[in-house]
């Protein structure tokens, strides 16, 4: 009988219940979503990375020989160690794409996946193993040839096998601003397989140990090669390795953070809908228990809605997330990473989590009345005794008695029910983050746009090179027109002489003329010059490093062996550049050949490709900017997100307070229609409560908008700097808007305030 | 002793529902109260003075028929305007109180300032009911019948011509239930106001000027007690 009567004031209470439903079920589908993906993608790796045999270390160098790789196989801690040369080239027949070559006399650690065709062999000096993913957007089938070509140097091979890298899981050319596989490749070739092999060192040495901490390893591995190497990284800092690394984990906190903000939602929605009715079915619980039920019976009664209807939706989602939502992001996800035999995964932690929401909204359900449900049924069967009324805080101000009735009255209330208040603020200071965060969204994009192209960027016309630039082509370049040459490579930083691998750096460097073409600018997005001998550094570098202006680092170039030291005259800041910075006159006195990467310049150089062959592509501002932009649409994906939830955050929150207000009330708004009150007056009242509140949560969710919005940007990682930026405008409108949304809310009680039935409210029956 | 007349239920007939749950709660009530009266509405439960009692304190309205009370139809005015009514002409008097809980007896009292115009000292009605020293208590720290004392304060305060009372003594012992009968017929008398009780209990009719009687949504007899007992000598 009581699971129909519970049936029945399920239906007649659908909107409420309904969105329990909704908001458990979203809670559970979206961790399903984001975890089933991640589980599947963990285990993918897991086994791709198996097969491939991936490095825990690598070593890079100048050059490493056999003898370096028999001191380093005959340590201790090491399992397995190989030695390759790698080389960065270009296709010849694919648009110039960008080739990553590796050639090998043995292929022992980072073994390529075969996709397709036949295994790796180091004694094939006919053929190359070719990325797959390249090879599906040309069309290159096993048996083709395939051109590249290196330094001038042109090698044609036949394909005979599609390869997928683990140190590729994420590949984007450097020319690139987003993911292309039309541009970048990369192929595994036998070491005898390349024409030209004087002068070809072994620049990599990589290897397999059990060591947790490889890094650790360093001195071991530096006394095995008389301190012979450049660099010594570990797996997080492979970048092909740690962007899908980082982009899996921000789904893992999205998967919590999502959950644990419907669960919340949730449990204020089972809060009000609870206690409202249980308190309106006093009288039916006195009457149940004079009957003789158990007061056992009663309670698990009451805990029945929210269990049954978190139950349905906890399981619902649970489908939903794992195979519909969870399938989508996999497949959107594989589209940009490449890991062989991604599919959706699940693991116990699912069905955990489901309990979890379906347990604390049953028990929020049994707080939440418990109250109610302990009354002795004698007293249950009368109405309810007045709440307890008592001297507030409020009243030791100084000017309380002159405070109006309406004020008095609500910040008495506001004192009586201080979880319905805080709930009040809390929501809408979480409504009026949310929308700072969304508007601030567009100000921020509108000030990189300003920042990088008016300030960074001071050019009109940009011209790359090929890493097979001379010195005498650049020359004649500069000969014919007026601009800035900068160059550009990977560095590797510390704060102090001889530091460990963990307290080094990997960066980049820029090198440049000065001439004004590259700006710098400084934390506050001023322009700023950098003077001799001294260089720049971006500021979330020197943070990381605890470097300030005057400080000394030392830099080395990442594939050579030798140290500088540098004096630090800027800190520096750009949205999308995270380097050291010098002038060119400062990087040639190290003795190192300045090797430009790319011209500045505002003279019109487009189609110049085609004469120099240096020259790998020309871009015009226009060019630039648009693919800028189509690069920031992501963005706006995000603001909608932003301002779908800080609407409907808002909306839920104070309409569930205004219910657990105007029903705990009742009684009393009755009360004061029956005295003569008008509605508007009554409505007042509550509005006022309902406005004090939201202004309050207002001030103070303000300034976490802007934390927030930080806090979105920094977490993509540090080779991005965006500066949040909040405009007054951003502040006053999110302002207006949840307060108007506040407003609109109380509005939505007039018509129940109008209607309100005072005979039924003040006789106290049902 | 009677004045002229202040309350008018001309034909009057209320139905709840629609179609087959339709219930007559009210079936053509005819009946007059003039000015200063002491009236108690007397009945079962369900015999419709309820139903009477909300029309007159325009909680409600007839179906048919009109309800005219100190010269204004009642029966034809809108949600405003029966605020309005209810704050000039009417004091309420609850079976449970219905005190403002964060309100203090004092402030209860002096609540109708917010409503009309031209209110009656809180401190001295308060002290007319006996609970002057009580005005800083909340409703929660007082007895029933004091919590009712209060109620009958705040009814008066803002000199209403008619008072109505639903069951004002159901929830009290009839030591306390006495006290504040006493208060209301001296009220009656001393103040010149039309008091109206709704009330079961037929003991009490005994201290009425008049009693109407009713059942099954009709008036069953309209009785004028020319020698209304104190309240004192009525036990329950």
């Given amino acids: 009988m009581l699971t129909k009567k519970m049936f029945r004031e399920i239906k007649s209470n659908f909107g409420q219940f309904f969105s329990l439903f909704?908001?458990?079920?979203?809670?559970?589908?979206?961790?399903?979503?984001?975890?089933?993906?991640?589980?599947?993608?963990?285990?993918?790796?897991?086994?791709?990375?198996?097969?491939?045999?991936?490095?825990?270390?690598?070593?890079?160098?100048?050059?490493?020989?056999?003898?370096?790789?028999?001191?380093?196989?005959?340590?201790?801690?090491?399992?397995?160690?190989?030695?390759?040369?790698?080389?960065?080239?270009?296709?010849?027949?694919?648009?110039?794409?960008?080739?990553?070559?590796?050639?090998?006399?043995?292929?022992?650690?980072?073994?390529?996946?075969?996709?397709?065709?036949?295994?790796?062999?180091?004694?094939?000096?006919?053929?190359?193993?070719?990325?797959?993913?390249?090879?599906?957007?040309?069309?290159?089938?096993?048996?083709?040839?395939?051109?590249?070509?290196?330094?001038?140097?042109?090698?044609?091979?036949?394909?005979?096998?599609?390869?997928?890298?683990?140190?590729?899981?994420?590949?984007?050319?450097?020319?690139?601003?987003?993911?292309?596989?039309?541009?970048?490749?990369?192929?595994?070739?036998?070491?005898?397989?390349?024409?030209?092999?004087?002068?070809?060192?072994?620049t990599e040495l990589i290897f397999t140990t059990d060591v947790k901490n490889v890094l650790s390893l360093e001195d071991k591995?530096?006394?095995?090669?008389?301190?012979?190497?450049?660099?010594?990284?570990?797996?997080?800092?492979?970048?092909?390795?740690?962007?899908?690394?980082?982009?899996?984990?921000?789904?893992?906190?999205?998967?919590?953070?999502?959950?644990?903000?419907?669960?919340?939602?949730?449990?204020?929605?089972?809060?009000?809908?609870?206690?409202?009715?249980?308190?309106?079915?006093?009288?039916?619980?006195?009457?149940?228990?004079?009957?003789?039920?158990?007061?056992?019976?009663?309670?698990?009664?009451?805990?029945?809605?929210?269990?049954?209807?978190?139950?349905?939706?906890?399981?619902?989602?649970?489908?939903?997330?794992?195979?519909?939502?969870?399938?989508?992001?996999?497949?959107?996800?594989?589209?940009?990473?490449?890991?062989?035999?991604?599919?959706?995964?699940?693991?116990?932690?699912?069905?955990?989590?489901?309990?979890?929401?379906?347990?604390?909204?049953?028990?929020?359900?049994?707080?939440?009345?418990?109250k109610l449900l302990k009354v002795n049924p004698s007293e249950c069967l009368r109405p309810a005794p007045p709440k307890a009324g008592k001297r507030c805080i409020f009243e030791k101000l100084p000017f309380w008695n002159q405070l109006g009735f309406y004020s008095q009255y609500n910040l008495r209330d506001i004192s009586r029910a201080k979880l319905r208040a805080f709930m009040g603020v809390f929501g809408t200071a979480c409504g009026m983050m949310l929308m700072i965060s969304g508007f601030a969204c567009n100000t921020t994009?509108?000030?990189?746009?300003?920042?990088?192209?008016?300030?960074?960027?001071?050019?009109?016309?940009?011209?790359?090179?090929?890493?097979?630039?001379?010195?005498?082509?650049?020359?004649?370049?500069?000969?014919?027109?007026?601009?800035?040459?900068?160059?550009?490579?990977?560095?590797?930083?510390?704060?102090?002489?001889?530091?460990?691998?963990?307290?080094?750096?990997?960066?980049?460097?820029?090198?440049?003329?000065?001439?004004?073409?590259?700006?710098?600018?400084?934390?506050?997005?001023?322009?700023?010059?950098?003077?001799?001998?001294?260089?720049?550094?971006?500021?979330?570098?020197?943070?990381?490093?605890?470097?300030?202006?005057?400080?000394?680092?030392?830099?080395?170039?990442?594939?050579?062996?030798?140290?500088?030291?540098?004096?630090?005259?800027?800190?520096?800041?750009?949205?999308?550049?995270?380097?050291?910075?010098?002038?060119?006159?400062?990087f040639e006195k190290t003795g190192n050949k300045y090797k430009p990467t790319a011209f500045y310049t505002d003279e019109d150089i487009v189609g110049y490709e085609k004469e120099n062959e240096a020259v790998s592509a020309t871009h015009s501002s226009k060019e630039i900017k648009e693919a800028y932009e189509t690069n920031m649409e992501v963005m706006n994906l995000m603001v909608i997100i932003f301002m779908i939830f800080a609407t409907v955050m808002p909306v839920v929150v104070l309409y569930n307070c205004g219910n657990l207000s105007f029903n705990e009330r009742v009684k009393e708004f009755a009360t004061l229609k029956v005295m003569g009150f008008r509605s508007g007056k009554i409505r007042k009242l509550l509005s006022l409560q309902n406005l004090w509140l939201s202004l309050i949560g207002v001030l103070i969710g303000a300034p976490f908008g802007k934390i927030l919005l930080q806090y979105m940007f920094d977490s993509n990682g540090d080779s991005y700097d965006y500066m949040a930026v909040v405009s007054v405008a951003d502040y006053l409108i999110s302002g207006a808007l949840v307060l108007a949304v506040s407003v609109l809310v109380s509005f939505m009680f007039s018509k129940r305030i109008k209607n309100l039935d005072m005979v039924e409210v003040l006789k106290g029956m049902e | 002793m009677a004045g002229k007349t202040i309350v008018e239920f001309k034909n009057v007939v209320k139905i709840y529902g629609l179609g087959d749950g339709e219930q007559i709660a009210a079936n053509h009530v005819n009946f007059t109260i003039d000015e200063g009266e002491f009236v108690v509405i007397l009945g079962q439960s369900g015999a419709g003075k309820s139903t009477v009692l909300n029309m007159l304190g325009g909680m409600d309205t007839p179906t048919s028929g009109t309800v005219t009370i100190d010269g204004m139809e009642v029966s034809k005015m809108n949600d405003n305007e029966l605020s309005d009514y209810r704050a000039k002409t009417i004091g309420f008097i609850f079976q449970f109180y219905n005190l403002l809980p964060s309100l203090t007896a004092y402030e209860n009292v002096a609540l109708t300032k917010n409503i009309v115009k031209d209110t009656l000292d809180p401190l001295e009605l308060l002290r007319s009911v006996g609970l002057e020293e009580h005005k800083d208590k909340f409703p929660s720290q007082m007895s029933g019948g004091e919590q009712q004392r209060v109620s009958i304060a705040r009814a008066l305060a803002k000199n209403p011509k008619i008072v109505l009372g639903d069951e004002p003594t159901g929830a009290l012992d009839s030591k306390t239930g006495v006290i504040v009968l006493e208060l209301l017929q001296k009220m009656c008398k001393e103040q010149k106001k039309t008091v109206i009780l709704v009330t079961h209990n037929a003991d009490i009719a005994q201290c009425a000027d008049k009693v109407i009687r009713m059942k099954n949504a009709k008036i069953k007899e309209i009785k004028i007690n020319d020698n209304p007992v104190p309240v004192k000598e009525v036990a329950w």
């Fill in chain 1, 445 to 586: 994009l509108d000030n990189m746009y300003e920042w990088t192209f008016e300030r960074l960027q001071n050019y009109k016309y940009d011209m790359q090179f090929s890493d097979s630039i001379t010195t005498e082509q650049a020359g004649e370049i500069a000969e014919i027109y007026e601009g800035e040459f900068v160059m550009m490579g990977s560095v590797e930083i510390a704060k102090k002489e001889h530091a460990l691998s963990n307290q080094k750096k990997t960066t980049s460097i820029v090198v440049m003329e000065g001439k004004g073409y590259y700006g710098i600018t400084n934390v506050k997005q001023e322009v700023v010059s950098l003077k001799p001998e001294t260089i720049a550094i971006s500021s979330k570098l020197a943070k990381s490093l605890g470097i300030k202006v005057g400080d000394t680092i030392y830099w080395h170039i990442y594939d050579k062996n030798e140290w500088y030291s540098a004096k630090v005259g800027v800190i520096s800041r750009n949205p999308t550049v995270s380097a050291i910075t010098m002038l060119r006159e400062d």
């Fill in chain 1, 221 to 370: 591995l530096s006394d095995a090669l008389d301190e012979n190497y450049a660099v010594f990284i570990d797996q997080s800092s492979v970048y092909g390795l740690k962007i899908l690394r980082d982009e899996l984990n921000q789904h893992e906190q999205f998967s919590y953070i999502f959950t644990i903000v419907f669960l919340a939602i949730a449990l204020l929605v089972i809060m009000t809908t609870m206690n409202r009715m249980v308190a309106a079915q006093r009288t039916q619980i006195g009457t149940m228990n004079a009957m003789g039920m158990k007061r056992r019976k009663i309670k698990l009664h009451y805990m029945g809605y929210s269990f049954v209807v978190s139950l349905i939706g906890a399981i619902l989602g649970l489908i939903f997330g794992t195979f519909c939502l969870g399938k989508y992001l996999v497949d959107v996800f594989s589209g940009f990473y490449i890991v062989p035999g991604w599919k959706t995964g699940y693991n116990i932690s699912f069905i955990i989590v489901a309990f979890i929401v379906v347990l604390v909204c049953t028990l929020t359900s049994y707080l939440s009345c418990r």
């Fill in chain 1, 22 to 202: 909704l908001l458990s079920f979203l809670a559970v589908a979206l961790f399903a979503t984001f975890k089933a993906s991640n589980a599947g993608a963990y285990k993918a790796i897991e086994k791709f990375h198996k097969e491939c045999n991936l490095a825990d270390g690598w070593l890079y160098g100048e050059g490493f020989t056999t003898e370096n790789l028999e001191n380093i196989r005959n340590l201790e801690d090491i399992n397995e160690a190989q030695l390759r040369t790698h080389l960065t080239g270009n296709s010849v027949e694919q648009g110039n794409a960008q080739i990553e070559i590796y050639l090998q006399e043995e292929s022992v650690v980072n073994k390529p996946y075969i996709v397709k065709g036949k295994e790796f062999d180091v004694s094939d000096t006919d053929s190359l193993w070719l990325s797959e993913k390249f090879a599906e957007e040309w069309d290159l089938e096993i048996g083709d040839a395939f051109a590249y070509e290196y330094n001038g140097v042109v090698v044609n091979k036949k394909i005979a096998g599609l390869i997928a890298s683990p140190e590729y899981e994420y590949m984007c050319a450097d020319e690139d601003l987003d993911v292309d596989f039309k541009n970048i490749a990369y192929v595994y070739m036998a070491y005898s397989g390349f024409p030209v092999r004087e002068l070809m060192p072994y």
